[in-house]
């Protein structure tokens, strides 16, 4: 599986961008699909995930700023993120997790500037 992302970019602090995540062939909804980010000098953490019969699960301090969504029909994830704060700043990863196995999207930046 080949997870395609797009959409990072500069903004300013308050303003808003969509992260989209297209993987190559269909994923079960029961499987989970997600988005991490890596800010410069920290670890990777999970920013939102979502699979089917679950609430999506969100980090706390994107709760209430961030909404994640997927659409199984097209093999996407979408990480809608309004009110972003320059502590967003990160390169945002795409996952899934299918068949036991593990894939990773190629990253998108994603700068926030005060």
């Known amino acids: 599986v080949q997870l395609q992302a797009s959409g990072g970019g500069l903004v300013q602090a308050g303003g808003s961008l969509r992260l989209s995540c297209r993987a190559s062939r269909s994923i079960f909804s029961g499987d989970p699909m997600a988005w991490y980010r890596q800010a410069p000098g920290k670890s990777r953490e999970l920013v939102a995930r979502i699979r089917s019969g679950r609430d999506p699960e969100y980090v706390e301090s994107v709760r209430g700023r961030f909404t994640i969504y997927r659409d199984n029909a097209k093999n996407t994830v979408t990480l809608e993120m309004n009110s972003l704060e320059p502590d967003d700043t990160a390169v945002y990863y795409c996952?899934?997790?299918?068949?036991?196995?593990?894939?990773w999207g190629q990253g998108t930046h994603v700068t926030v500037s005060s």
């Open positions: 996952y899934a997790r299918t068949v036991g196995h593990e894939y």
